[in-house]
């Protein structure tokens, strides 16, 4: 008995775990492997694929863009269908993660609005299909407000938080929190002038001692507790919380908010290209599309699906926002160099 | 005993499954980000250089040394008599005592965070109370909101070390020193006290230095209001514009300072077994 | 003078029981907060939609709950026992040994605890995806997301154990372990029969600690893993709940499940241990 015996413990029991995860660690053929946001498709949906196509669908999931970018990035790989978001599909592209569609393996692509399609990002959808969209604005609770948010001014004047001190919460995000202080100053949110970014940071820093929280993960939660009373979010969110509580309201402020959409595409490492075109092809089909959006409440880029979505979904002006509203929202684009203008106001604003 | 046989297997471990990922981090920190969030490759000190901004200092830095220290006398204070009341049971209620201390750790962090947004929320009881007593402090989103949720995470991390070193003790010394006329506060503070060191240290260090770092408390607890060095780095990784290099420049300068003051430390240990 | 003694002696006794008692209560206030909103209709944490049972029933219809508890169980037992191993060992060569290069190699060792687990996370992810999975591969084996976990919570829960344990090694005495040689016995024996007896609460202590770092770890855990493999833990599997916001009651009713049954271990354990004492 010696301490050899320890060791060659541990070692065995390395290797045995090694060794059993090399039997097991090939894939099976009949998976597809999704990395994509949490409960963004109706389980529902991976029944009827696996009726229909045999294929079981396994969920991964991922919290943020950044984190998915990351991950990709690093050389993970296993992945067949990710849903990135406009901004993250342009990031991906360059550094050529992403798989070419071939878009012939996806006849229901025509169901795809003629809107959403060749955007900023993907001028000829060679790599990515708009999915799911939404946007930027304020969220509220109608029974703790006097009046209903309008404008951004509602999130950034001093003399109208001062009731609400310590209620209001803002994304913990610098592009959208940057984003929405340069729409409430009359400039786009990817403005590049070093003095409007400077001007949008001191707006943001006379906002911080009103705020509650940044916040991009919780603040729906804050709201239905009651703790909340506005907050700068995104529009399914709020969606959601409305299904718990009506009182729970979305607005596009009068000067526009943030438009943005998640993606379709196929990470340049998946095994099982053929497969995860069928996988696409499925989720635009009309009816599936509408089952999606029914469950998630976010607005879909399909035009197909529209007379199988719900109506007092349809007719939200919150989550389908009317045309008017509409081409009041701008695309938060990469803006070059100027990121680094944004970097510095953002740590700035959080480190004081 | 032959000391590399003892120290190979687990220093093999640490130099493989360590020290190469941190090499990593290093290559990561001497390259160079490009404004679309591309890594160039390269040798250069352009990070380490940003790192003479007092911006990350002050703040951030500044924050996170400060609730790291007040958490560390905090637990301690908290921890100790804790500590020395379980040491001084016996048999099964020490061992349940000192499993009671660790339990609430058998859950998950975020559920328990959950919990502790219930109880501090500024719509949540301890909130109502406070404010029936003239008290209106935000605890969410303020650094007393930080503190609590950090002393609640980091105290076993106090209690156990203490625990291992207490126990250890005779306690006949104690009873010894006091027929002798010693008040138990003199037994204590004059026996038990310095031979109970090591576990204060090792709980010291189990506390104040993982604080430093630490992002998801000061994130979740407070809410993105009260910088800290740890939050600072995690942006940089998992933030909307990320910086790879930039932040693991940021952690290896944060190691290198921990490092040094744990040198100081060690020397001075060593000198003082030296003499004594 | 001995009565001012006595009242001072009997006030700081007092503040002792009261302050163990204040801990106990402060280290239990969220887990009963917890409980009660694992009974809560609602289906975001914050809300107390008033009693229901809805969430165990939620949760126990997941299919997904059962393995990702497993995997769970299984990473912090195996990572637990081998780093235990591993920091005690180190403990011991550091107190009991003079090395060459002592401080560099303490330095290693005391980096795991230095690091900011986000960082651990990314270099860990970069090493699996760079360098040790296309070696295995070169070999023409495929690394499995489980070793792949178990190595980080191995390498993160390491140093935990060596400073518990050397913290009581410190200043342990000797004479016991010198008396043994003296009477003959091998250095291995004087380890398991001398040594490790008189540091078993330390290295209690630590496992206990290294169990509960991996239980709760995310980031490692989540870098760890690659695509395709499914490979949940519970901190895996909570955060998937999680959806992009809102964390549902049924992770309260998990929780309370879970301290349910640690509950039942250790007092079985303890009643175990009780009988043997008694026979």
Known sequence: MTLTRIYSFIALAVLGLVGLEACAGKQAPHELHLFIWANYIDPEVYRLFEQEFGVKVI??????????????QAGVTGYDIITPSDYAVAALIRQGLLAELELSKIPNFQNISQRFRGLYYDPQNRYSIPYLWGTTGIGYNAQKLESPPTSWADLFEPSRLERYKHRVSMLDDPREALGAALKYLGYSVNSTDPQQIEAAKNLLLAQKPYLARYDSETYDDFLLSGDLVMAHGWSGEFAKARLENPAIRYVIPQEGGVIWTDNLAIPTSSQKIELAHTFIDFLLRPQINARIVNFLRYPSANDAAKPYILPEILHDPSIYPPDEIRERLEWIRDVGAAVQLYERAWEEIKSR | MNARILLWPGFAWLVLFFAVPLGIILLISLAHRAPDGMIHWGISAEN??????PLYWAGPFGNSLVLAALTTIVSLLLGYPVAYAIARRSGPVKNLLLFLVILPFFTNFLVRIYAWFILLRPEGWIAWLLRALGLDLGLLGSPLGVLIGLVYGYLPFMILPLYATVERLDFSLVEAAQDLGASRWQSFW????????????????LVFIPVLG??????L??????PMFGVLIEEKFLGRVPDWPLGAAMALVLMSLVLLVLARYFHQLKESRWVG | MGRLRRWADRIIESLLVLDTLLVYIFLYLPIGV?????????RYALVWGGFSLDPYRRLFADPEIAPALLNSVVVAAVSTAIATILGTLLALAFERARLRLQGSVEALVYLPIVIPEIVMAVGLLLFFAQVLRPFFSALGLTLGPMPAVLLGHVTFSISYVMVVVRARLRDLDRSLEEAAFDLGATSWQVLRRVTLPLLAPAILSGALLAFTLSLDDFYVTYFSTTGGSGFKTLPLYLYALQGRAAIPPQMNALATLMLLASVTLIALALLIQRRTRRA
């Open chain 1, 59 to 72: 969920e991964e999931n991922v919290d943020s863009n950044e984190t998915l970018i990351l991950k990709l």
């Open chain 2, 221 to 226: 607890l407070g809410g993105g209001k009260v």
């Open chain 2, 214 to 219: 630490e992002f998801i408390t000061p994130k």
């Open chain 2, 48 to 53: 380490y250089l940003r790192l003479l901004d």
């Open chain 2, 190 to 205: 004059r026996i038990i006290f310095p031979l109970s060191r090591p576990g204060v240290i090792a709980g010291a260090v």
């Open chain 3, 34 to 42: 917890l409980v009660l909103y694992s009974f809560s209709a609602s």
